[in-house]
């Protein structure tokens, strides 16, 4: 049965908990929660997206392009597509956001394999999510819910990707995909 993204979905290492609102063409949007100390694990680029941070409780810490912002309770903060960013909670309470990805294209898509990937606990020593099978669905859904982490320079992570894809095909990760995606 394919991940549910309107269910929970939490990285026990990041305490980050992603429960989808809504998703159509325009956005994506979901209630994304921080526990105290908690953290995104990598710096990332949204390719063709802006993400946008409407914070309900707490205090958001984020670096967007090197510039430090802290947003509070009732504020919001939005990345324009194509900015380096990420994220954390320096608060002693959790972080409550409602979090939108504008436009929303096949995030749907990509929520449900990072939380596949979550929920089977293919995540490194600091809660991100296994590159080489995120990568492998990346291609495989044509996706354009494009997210590339920062420390990959962009022609080296479109070449990697076609290295995933290869090593996926090879793997048998098209089962992962469709235990995820239902597709």
């Known amino acids: 049965m394919a991940i549910n993204i309107y269910e929970p979905c939490t990285n026990p290492i990041s305490g980050e908990t992603f429960?989808?609102?809504?998703?159509?063409k325009n956005a994506y949007v979901m209630q994304w929660t921080l526990q105290p100390k908690g953290y995104v694990?990598?710096?990332?680029?949204?390719?063709?997206?802006e993400e946008v941070f409407h914070i309900k409780k707490g205090e958001l810490k984020i670096v967007i392009d090197g510039?430090?912002?802290?947003?509070?309770?009732g504020e919001t903060i939005a990345v324009p597509k194509g900015s380096a960013h990420i994220?954390?909670?320096?608060?002693e309470e959790v972080l409550d956001c409602i979090v939108e990805y504008k436009?929303?294209?096949d995030y749907d898509a990509f929520m449900q394999c990072l939380c596949g990937l979550t929920n089977d606990g293919l995540l490194d020593e600091k809660g991100s999510i296994n590159i080489p099978r995120m990568g492998y669905f990346l291609v495989k859904m044509k996706t354009k819910?494009?997210?590339?982490?920062?420390e990959i320079p962009a022609p080296l992570f479109n070449i990697a990707l076609r290295v995933f894809y290869l090593r996926g095909v090879f793997s048998g990760w098209s089962a992962l995909y469709k235990k995820y995606t239902g597709k």
Request: net charge neutral; aromatic share 2%.
């Open 67 to 73: 510039t430090e912002h802290i947003t509070k309770e």
């Open 103 to 105: 436009p929303g294209l």
């Open 87 to 91: 994220a954390s909670n320096n608060k």
């Open 19 to 24: 429960k989808a609102i809504s998703s159509d």
């Open 145 to 150: 819910s494009m997210a590339r982490p920062t």
């Open 41 to 49: 694990p990598f710096e990332h680029i949204h390719l063709h997206q």
